[in-house]
């Protein structure tokens, strides 16, 4: 069974810093990219910031950039998402996720999404 669980999201004030980590299990983590997500309310979800699955360039929502830091631990099957400096627009639900895109055209794509932590920034 494919098991993405995120945890660290909670309430936090402006300025504040937040770390979320999700745990992956029942596919193979290393081959897949990784990304954080995330959906406030009236708005549509959000790329937030992605990893690749080999050594590459990492890849932020303008919004975020300079604040927040995607990283992996591929032993360890997890994706970190350090955020600093929150302000609150970044309140959302935010949501893990890994993606793999087969090189033969054609074959079946797959994408499986975490269940999403609630991120508040609020005074």
């Known amino acids: 069974q494919v098991q993405l669980e995120e945890s660290g999201g909670g309430l936090v004030q402006p300025g504040g810093s937040l770390r979320l980590s999700c745990g992956a299990a029942g596919f193979t983590f290393r081959i897949y990219d990784m990304s954080w997500y995330r959906q406030a309310p009236g708005k549509e979800r959000e790329l937030v910031a992605r990893i690749p699955s080999v050594d590459g360039r990492t890849e932020y929502a303008d919004s975020v950039k300079g604040r927040f830091t995607i990283s992996r631990d591929n032993a360890k099957n997890t994706v970190y998402l350090q955020m600093n400096s929150l302000k609150p627009e970044d309140t959302a639900v935010y949501y893990c996720?890994?993606?793999?895109?087969?090189?033969?055209?054609?074959?079946?794509?797959?994408?499986?999404w975490g269940q999403g932590t609630q991120v508040t920034v609020s005074s």
């Open positions: 996720n890994a993606y793999w895109r087969p090189a033969r055209v054609g074959s079946k794509e797959l994408n499986y």
